[in-house]
C-alpha cells in the first residue's frame, strides 16, 4: 500500500514505523506538518491508501479524515483522551498501560479503535526511555495489525462508544512541581521521570530558573532538602526530604532577554553558579553485597570469562568527556582475565555520537567539535586495535552516526529486534569519521555503504542484519535485553573456540593493517571534518544549531520528501555457520 506518515516531528517512533512498514513492502512517505494546511499540502503532493500519524500535536483537518482513512496513535489504551497521557500515566504511578490506533474525527482521541496493545510499565524507568522502548514496541504491533486489518477490506473498527472514558488535560508545570522539604524521594523521581525528555520540570536552583532533565536515586547522601550535595560525571546530586537525587541535565529558562536554553550536563549548564561541593567519582565496579541505590553512568561486571561494560548516557549523545572516560573504564576492562567483553547499555540508547549539545554551548564550538571527533576516534580504535578477547556491541536500543559506527567496530553486533539505526551523517552536513570508511563497507559491501550513507535512511533492527550491520537480533522486551545478551554470551563461551577466534580476529587486523593502516583511514576521515568544522559558513554549523534547538530546516524537509523513493538492497552476509555461537 501507499502510506503516507504525518508527523510533528521525525521523531525516534515516527522512524521505527516508517522503517517497519517499509520492510513488509509498503510504499511510505514521510512529511513533517505544523499545523492543519501542512496536512493538507502533504496529502496533495502524496497519492495515498492511507494516513497514519505516528505523533502528531495538530488536528487532522476535517476535509482530509472525510475523504481518507487516518489512523492516529494514542499513548493510552482504548478510552484515554487528551495531550499528556503518558506523561500521566507515569506522573500517577500507572502499573500498565497501552497504545491505541484509532481513527481521526471530530472529537480528539474519541474516533473508532483500529487496533491496540498494552504492555507493563517499569517501576524505575523514565518517560523518554519508556517512549522509545515498551511503549514503541506495543505500537508498531497495534499499527501492523491495523494495516493489516485495513488492508483486508473485511475489518470495522470499534467504535469507543460503552468504553469507560478518562479525559486528562495537559499536564502542567504546576502540578508537575516539586517541593524538596515535604516530597520524599520516590515522589520526586516519579515528578522527574514523567517530564523526561520533554519538557524537564521548572525549579528553582542556586537563584535561577531551571528546568530539570533526568533523575536516579540515591541512598546514602543527606542535607538541607533542595541543596546541592555533590557532583559526579556531569551530574548534581540534590537532597531531598528524605534521601537524595541525581539528575543529570539542566535547560535554563527562557528569560525576557536571553532565548531558550538547551539541555546540558547540569554541571556544565550551572557554570560558575555551582557551589564548591565535592565531586563523587562512582566505582567501576560495584562494592560487594547489597548494591546502594546511586547513579553511575559507567558499570563494569564480571561473569565467568565474560566482562560487561554497560554505559548509558543521556539522550545517547557522548561529549568528549562521556568518550574519555568510557576509554578509560575500557582500557580498564581489557586488563581483566575475560576472553568476551560486552559493551553496551542495559535498555534504551546503545550511542547517537558526538554531543551537539555541548559543542554549541562552547565557547569555541569549532574546536570542541574537533575534540569530541577525535576522542569519539580514539574511542573506536580502542575496540578495532584489541586482539585479545572478543568484543560485542550489545545495542539495546536506538543507535546513529558515530554511535552507529562504534557498534561495527566491535567483533559481533547483537541488537534488540526493536531497535532502528541510522549509520550516517549527511543529515548533519558532516562526512563522518570513527573508521567508517573501515568498518562499514567491511560489513555492508562497498556499493551498500555508500548507499546508506547517501540517503540517509532510517534501518530497522531486522533490516540492519540483512544488510549486514548487525550479526544478532536479539527478540526481547527492553527490560531483558541484558538478561538475554549475558546468556548469548555465555553461551559464546560454552560452545566456541573462543581462543580460535580471537587467533584469527588478530591475524585478520594484521592481514587489513597491511593492506592499508588504520592511521590512513582516519587521517582522511578528519581532514574533511576539520574542514568542515573549522569553515564558518559550512552547514554543519547551521544544522547543528537548529538540531539542538528543535527548529525545522529546509535540508530536512527535503530529505523527508524524498524518503518515499528509496529502497536498500540486502547485501550478502556470513552464514551462521561460518559465525559459530
Known sequence: MRILLVASAFNSLTQRVFAELGDRGHTVAVTVVDGEEAVRAAVRRHPVDLIIAPMLRTAIPRDIWSRHTCLVIHPGPPGDRGPSSLDRALHDGEAQWGVTVLQAEEEMDAGAVWADAAFAVPGDVAKSDLYRGELADAAVRAVLLAVERYASCRWMPRSQDGLPVRTRTYLRQEERRIDWESMPTESVL????????????RDELLGDEWFLHGGHPEDRLRGTPGTVLATRSGAICRATADGAVWIPELRRCRTRTDPPGIKLPATLALGERLPPVPDLPAPLEPPPGPAPRTWSDIRYTECGAVGFLRFRFPGGAMSTAHCRRLLTAYRDACRRPTSVLVLGGERDFFSNGIHLNVIEAAADPAAESWANINAMDDLVEALLTTTDRLVVAAVAGNAAAGGAMLALAADEVWCRDGAV????????????????????????????????MEQAVPVSAARAHTLGLVDRLVGSPPGEFAAATARMAAELTRHTDVSARIAAKKAARERDEQTKPLASYR??????????????????????????????????????????HLRLRPHPVRSTAEQPL
Open 421 to 452: 539505526l541510522n549509520p550516517h551523517y549527511r543529515l548533519m552536513g558532516l562526512y563522518g569519521s570513527e573508521y567508517w570508511t573501515y568498518t562499514l563497507p567491511r560489513r555492508a559491501g562497498a556499493q551498500q555503504a555508500t548507499a546508506l
Open 190 to 201: 516519579r515528578a522527574l521521570r514523567a517530564a523526561d525528555s520533554q519538557p524537564g520540570v
Open 523 to 564: 587521517a582522511e576521515e578528519l581532514r574533511r571534518m576539520r574542514a568542515t568544522f573549522f569553515t564558518p559558513d559550512a552547514p554543519y554549523h547551521a544544522l547543528r544549531s537548529a538540531f539542538v534547538r528543535k527548529q525545522p530546516t529546509p535540508e530536512a524537509a527535503e530529505h523527508l520528501a524524498a524518503l518515499s
